[in-house]
């Protein structure tokens, strides 16, 4: 039995919100005495269609005569339909009609003042739709009675309500014979023929039928009224307003696809209607030919158009063509995406809404082209465009409208020009087809094909012009610094961005970005940085040009040339583009031989799409054939899921997602919990969470008590129920970077410093702040803070103008950058200017430009500073003696000479730093330290300034105070270290490591097929590192909130993650996105093994209150449960038995976790009470190696008797065990020991045969927390948060 949906539980509902039939008041068609003028147009204006008319026949005040709103089977005949009820009750009406009668001569009685009486039914109209301004928007021309035959139209409207959430409508207009004897209606007359005006006798009336709707779905609705037209306009006064309420309700009951690659389609008879879901929830609904304005505007108008929306002008668009205004217009808006545009937005604008236009705010509008005079006249400042000839002209002279940055500008067209826009010339290869809907499934095709292009070019371009605002922000406290990326400009860009960064749009902008929203531009940014930017990202050393950068600059002979054309450019339309090649304007499509490189246009392919068939709807519409309609849609829905393939969980969700929508329309609350539920653990990004919210909280007892009854259902419930109230809205302000007004101590410095952009990283900053109060009170004076920040900014300033020689270039490395350029000075090796870059220090040698290489600073044996006797002056001079050369390089700096001596001497002491521990993070610090001295020194201007830099000489400190050299052994086996938290402001420990091995795959590009390594911080972060080359493959994202406790790899294309807060998250390793999440665990996710190879498509976890679950990889189900004793800390599998660490015991279980034998640690330990920490199964020796908390031994027992005596190894000098790792024959333990007498991160490398510790590593200053396993050739470990670093270790 179906059960009633609760009372208070809101459904969602379909596609339609409201359908109205509008058309003239019947009392004004009776004759010439009583036509009224229309109101608004009482002053004289004269309507489009009275210009437009041959005849100036009568201009009418149309009205609504009639409006359907879902639902059309109310709540009774539901209960009716559930008990089985055989009679055909008459539904609950859910429309109203003007009641049809006599006319009488008072006026003030049509419909617009709103139906009243006991003849008319009072229905709830949605929100932002205005029954009063309805009319008008589907006649904006007026209502004419013609004197002949006309056409059908189709126009589409956009309605705001006050709240600024839009509704979509699409309106068709046709005509219908005005009779002498009736009007409109084939059936009996209403009223005596006499009455009839002769001028109207034999004319045609318009009406209208328009659908409203929350979905922009603008193609689909207009083959939807197509259909119902061939019904209108032959059918009888009693039929009208049933087949437009059969046509409503078939609507109605259509749901909204979910977001992604499953679109609806629905038999409207004779045409197949397609409805197209959003590609993803963020993104909006694109149905809507996008190429529509790149067919009406050239590429450079189209720009300018972008530009005016993008600095949020009042634009008024202008046509002949009613539909194009409002096509073109979301076309462009459509554009702009992931950018939004938030002001009025009122696409079609009557004759009586001309005064609109008046409005002092940002705007976009439309309006017939025959008003164009009259608006331009009447209001100054707008941007009047005319889609009908192309043109875009200002109502005023003092406009300035900027142009796009010129070099995103030339893309944009050259990639533009590049597109195919004609479906004719892709069907002329083609036979003619002979279906009607094949034919439209194959345009359909092609436009999809073509959309996916332009919205790749148009987020392209929004790329490459707002790429570098995250260079510029903080993300920590939320700020930007505006002035310093207006100073990164090219001069004629800056009137561009100047207007930009004051819009609304470009705040949300910034907004996501501070929210790190992986949203359509994140993505593409990331798919096109280069590889450079990549590695950027683990660098603390702030960014200069490479010499790769200072070549491409040189190569581009025409780049400074371009840059001063565009200060002057008053239009980029009126100029013509350099490089451009000819456009081919009979085949729309360049030849790729005459692109010039790096312009092609976009390779995009769509992503698959794939359609589901609406069952068809049975009338009448009484309960009873609803849920008829409903059970055919559930068993449609359930039959597509049984043939899907198992890995198939993209399609699976949708599917869910329907099949969920359906039982809840039903009434079969469980039913759509369930359904919910495993959509949940499918695919997190589309899981309703407010509707299921809803849904539990309108419950019933009895309901809870049986859905209680049902495992996967429970979880589910509580979660929501035990949900607290509504969190506070976190603060998302966007604060812009000001200089501080008052005097800063240490804490507020550090947060001015790292807003500013100058450092991140705490552990400098607070460097900077000693040097700045040397022998001062310990605070910051504004000024001081004033005068750092303009002397940074002039050093970055000063370093990128330098242009080096390209003879100098070819012995550089492309990724070197030069930090420091000295004067001019006289040195042993000639006269010219010093450089360092971070690799070595050169001679740009003056006269005949050349290149004098003086050494790296790994080359550096000795630095002095010193005088040397020039004359009768002692002149300071820095003095360098190289380890491969005898000679010692001399530089007269004079008075650079002892700020360039600190210098030398930090980056040599990074150098070696580096060296030693295999580690570049020191180099990038030290660079740092060198810039922070040169401002430092140019800051204070005083005689004590190189005391106060000499506080930044960090590491040539640590060089003379402690002995630099490690352990031999560590000195062999360490490979490389790498730094995830770089870019932060603290380190962060690493909790988890896991390396995936790389291979091709049909869903994987070549560069994402590279094995990876994945590393888990603190809080629910996630980086993942390309492990060829160590660099970052994907910078951080997060999965929930709380600590990560494991991670395994499952299927080689997903990476499962257990969670503190009791969830595993499972990362697509493709999309590198997190989009299922399995709750079944009701506590901390500790340990994940997947199965054996007898059965891969299982995966093991383990929680702490002890329950192991068994999940079936494909489905996501829980195959099996049990649980065991004590909190179980890790879990693995071996000789089909599941070996569970219990901390009070190591427990071996079948895979039903039947009990095969157990090890007490009790029985073992009995002089003090431990635990076990972890342990290691060891199968060619049958051993388990275990560590106990307390104690510096590893213990190994033999897997045939646990009962015997465990042999015993000690491990020198370590106080904590952390972790263990089988690789090979050895057994790597990591944790905290001593070493030259000071506690640091250790690493036991145990021999698994001789039993014996073969190698102690040190190598963390923290304690080592993880160890994972690379291919068994290397070996990384993770140390705590005082270092946050990870180590790369070979495997002998």
């Not at 406009?399 to 479906?423: E, S, Y």
């Not at 070019?457 to 990326?485: A, D, G, P, W």
């Not at 359609?611 to 009338?619: A, R």
């Not at 001081?784 to 970055?796: A, D, G, P, Q, R």
């Amino acid at each position: 039995m179906a059960e009633a949906a609760p009372q208070h539980l809101a459904l969602p509902s379909g596609l339609l919100e409201l359908c109205a039939l509008l058309g003239a008041p019947r009392d004004s068609l009776r004759g010439p005495d009583q036509v009224r003028t229309p109101r608004g147009n009482r002053g004289g204006r004269r309507s489009v269609a009275q210009k437009r008319g041959g005849t100036h026949l009568p201009s009418l005040d149309p009205e609504v005569l009639s409006v359907f709103v879902p639902p059309f089977v109310s709540k009774e005949d539901s209960q009716t339909a559930g008990a089985n009820c055989v009679a055909l009750t008459k539904t609950k009406r859910r429309s109203f009609r003007k009641k049809r009668e006599k006319p009488r001569a008072e006026p003030g009685n049509g419909l617009p003042e709103g139906p009243r009486g006991p003849d008319s039914e009072d229905v709830c109209i949605p929100n932002g739709v205005d029954l009063l301004a309805l009319p008008q928007l589907c006649f904006p021309g007026g209502l004419c009675v013609a004197s002949e035959p006309k056409e059908d139209g189709v126009h589409f409207l956009v309605l705001t309500d006050v709240c600024g959430t839009r509704t979509y409508g699409v309106v068709a207009q046709f005509y219908r014979p005005l009779h002498g004897e009736h009007c409109f209606y084939n059936g009996q007359a209403h009223w005596e023929p006499s009455r009839l005006s002769g001028s109207m006798a034999g004319g045609f009336v318009p009406y209208a039928v328009c659908v409203v709707s929350r979905f922009p779905y603008y193609n689909a609705f207009r083959d939807c009224l197509s259909c119902l037209l061939t019904h209108l306009k032959s059918c009888k006064d009693f039929e009208v307003d049933n087949h437009i309420k059969d046509f409503a309700a078939k609507l109605s009951l259509i749901p909204s696809p979910p977001p992604g690659p499953l679109h609806l389609v629905y038999n409207m008879k004779p045409l197949q209607v397609v409805f197209p879901s959003r590609a993803d929830p963020e993104s909006p609904v694109i149905d809507l030919d996008l190429h529509l304005p790149l067919l009406c505007f050239r590429p450079e108008k189209t720009l300018q158009i972008l530009t005016c929306l993008l600095t949020e002008q009042r634009i008024v668009f202008f046509s002949s063509n009613w539909a194009l205004l409002t096509l073109v217009t979301e076309c462009f808006l459509a554009y702009l995406h992931p950018l939004q545009w938030k002001h009025t937005f009122v696409p079609i604008l009557s004759g009586q809404m001309l005064d609109f236009v008046m409005a002092p705010t940002s705007f976009l509008m439309g309006c017939h082209l025959d008003h164009y005079e009259e608006v331009s006249k009447e209001a100054d400042g707008l941007i009047l465009i005319n889609i009908d000839n192309g043109s875009i002209t200002y109502s005023s002279d003092n406009m300035d409208v900027p142009d796009v940055p010129l070099l995103a500008a030339q893309t944009f067209i050259q990639r533009v020009q590049g597109l195919q826009l004609h479906h004719e010339l892709d069907r002329t290869r083609l036979p003619a087809s002979t279906d009607l809907n094949d034919g439209r499934a194959c345009r359909r095709a092609w436009q999809q094909r073509l959309n996916a292009q332009i919205q790749q070019l148009t987020l392209h371009l929004l790329v490459s012009i707002f790429r570098e605002v995250k260079n510029h922000l903080n993300y920590e406290h939320r700020v930007f610094n505006s002035e310093e990326f207006l100073n990164t400009r090219a001069p004629g860009d800056q009137q561009f961005y100047k207007q930009v960064l004051e819009t609304y749009m470009f705040h949300a902008f910034l907004k996501a970005r501070l929210n790190r929203s992986m949203d359509a531009f994140a993505q593409m940014d990331l798919n096109t940085q280069s590889e450079e930017d990549r590695t950027s990202g683990l660098f603390l050393s702030p960014k200069r040009p490479t010499i790769e950068k200072m070549a491409s600059r040189k190569t581009s002979s025409q780049h400074a040339a371009r840059r001063r054309m565009v200060v002057s450019m008053p239009n980029l339309q009126d100029v013509a583009v350099p490089e451009l090649p000819p456009r081919n304007s009979s085949l729309r499509k360049m030849d790729t031989a005459d692109r010039p490189s790096g312009s092609t246009a976009l390779n995009v392919t769509p992503q698959a799409t794939y359609t589901f068939k609406i069952p068809e709807i049975h009338f009448p519409l009484v309960a009873q054939c609803v849920q008829a309609y409903y059970n055919d849609c559930v068993n449609l829905l359930s039959k597509a899921m049984n043939c899907l393939a198992p890995d198939n969980s993209v399609l699976l969700a949708r599917y869910l997602y329907l099949r969920g929508l359906v039982h809840l329309m039903q009434g079969q609350l469980l039913g759509a919990l369930l359904d919910f539920q495993s959509l949940y653990k499918t695919d997190l990004r589309i899981f309703p969470a407010d509707l299921v919210k809803r849904m539990v909280e309108s419950m019933s007892g009895p309901e809870c008590a049986q859905a209680e009854q049902t495992p996967e259902l429970r979880r589910l419930i509580s979660e929501f129920l035990d949900q607290p109230g509504e969190a506070p809205k976190a603060d998302d302000h966007v604060k812009n970077f000001e200089l501080p007004r008052k005097h800063m101590q240490l804490e507020d410095f550090v947060q001015r410093v790292q807003e500013s952009g100058i450092v991140k990283d705490a552990s400098i900053i607070s460097r900077l702040f000693e040097a700045l109060t040397v022998g001062h009170q310990k605070l910051i004076d504004p000024e001081t803070f004033k005068e750092l920040y303009t002397c940074w900014k002039k050093i970055e300033a000063e370093a990128q103008e330098v242009s080096l020689p390209a003879a100098v270039m070819e012995h550089l490395d492309k990724n070197e950058c030069v930090y420091k350029l000295s004067r001019s000075v006289k040195t042993s090796r000639g006269v010219g200017k010093l450089a360092m870059t971070q690799k070595r220090l050169l001679l740009l040698t003056e006269g005949t430009p050349g290149y004098v290489d003086i050494s790296t600073f790994r080359n550096i044996e000795e630095v002095r500073s010193t005088t040397a006797a020039i004359l009768f002056l002692r002149v300071p001079t820095l003095k360098i003696k190289m380890v491969s050369k005898k000679e010692v390089f001399e530089a007269n700096l004079k008075t650079e000479c002892d700020l360039w001596h600190l210098m030398v001497k930090e980056m040599w002491a990074g150098k070696k730093l580096a060296d030693v521990h295999k580690d570049p993070q020191y180099i990038q610090q030290a660079l740092t330290h060198v810039l922070l001295m040169d401002a430092v020194v140019s800051t204070l201007q005083t005689p004590g300034a190189i005391y106060a830099a000499s506080k930044l000489s960090y590491f040539d400190k640590m060089k003379n105070e402690m002995p630099m050299a490690v352990p031999k052994t560590t000195a062999e086996t360490l490979k490389h270290k790498i730094n995830p938290s770089a870019g932060e402001t603290f380190p962060q420990a690493v909790d988890v490591l896991l390396y995936t091995p790389g291979h091709l795959d049909p869903a994987e590009k070549v560069g994402d097929a590279h094995p990876k390594l994945w590393c888990a911080l603190s809080e629910g972060k996630v980086i993942v590192f390309d492990a060829s080359s160590w660099t970052i493959h994907q910078h951080c994202f997060r999965v929930g909130t709380s600590r990560l406790n494991c991670m395994a790899m499952v299927e080689q294309n997903q990476v499962w993650v257990g969670s503190e807060d009791s969830v595993i998250y499972i990362i697509n390793i493709h999309s590198m996105s997190c989009n299922k999440q399995l709750s079944d665990h009701r506590t901390s996710v500790t340990g994940l093994v997947q199965g054996s190879t007898l059965a891969p498509s299982q995966v093991y976890s383990c929680s702490l209150d002890g329950t192991v679950l068994a999940w079936n990889v494909s489905s996501l189900q829980v195959t099996r449960r049990f649980q065991l004793s004590g909190g179980l800390s890790s879990i693995r599998l071996h000789g089909g038995c599941l070996w569970c660490c219990t901390g009070n015991s190591i427990t071996v279980v079948t895979t039903n976790g039947s009990l095969c034998q157990e090890l007490q640690i009790k029985e073992n330990f009995q002089e003090h009470s431990t635990s076990f920490l972890g342990f290691q199964l060891v199968p060619e020796q049958e051993q388990l190696w275990a560590a106990c908390a307390g104690y510096d031994d590893i213990y190994i027992w033999g897997l045939r008797d646990l009962a015997r005596p465990p042999h015993r190894i000690h491990l020198p000098d370590c106080s904590k065990v952390n972790c263990m790792l089988r690789v090979k024959k050895q057994i790597w333990v990591g944790g905290t020991g001593l070493s030259q007498g000071k506690s640091k991160g250790k690493i036991y490398v145990i021999s698994a045969e001789r039993k014996e510790v073969e190698k102690e590593l040190v190598a963390h200053t923290d304690t080592v927390k993880t160890l994972c396993s690379a291919e068994d050739r290397y070996v990384l470990s993770g140390s705590g948060r005082e270092e946050g670093k990870i180590a790369i270790w070979n495997v002998e």
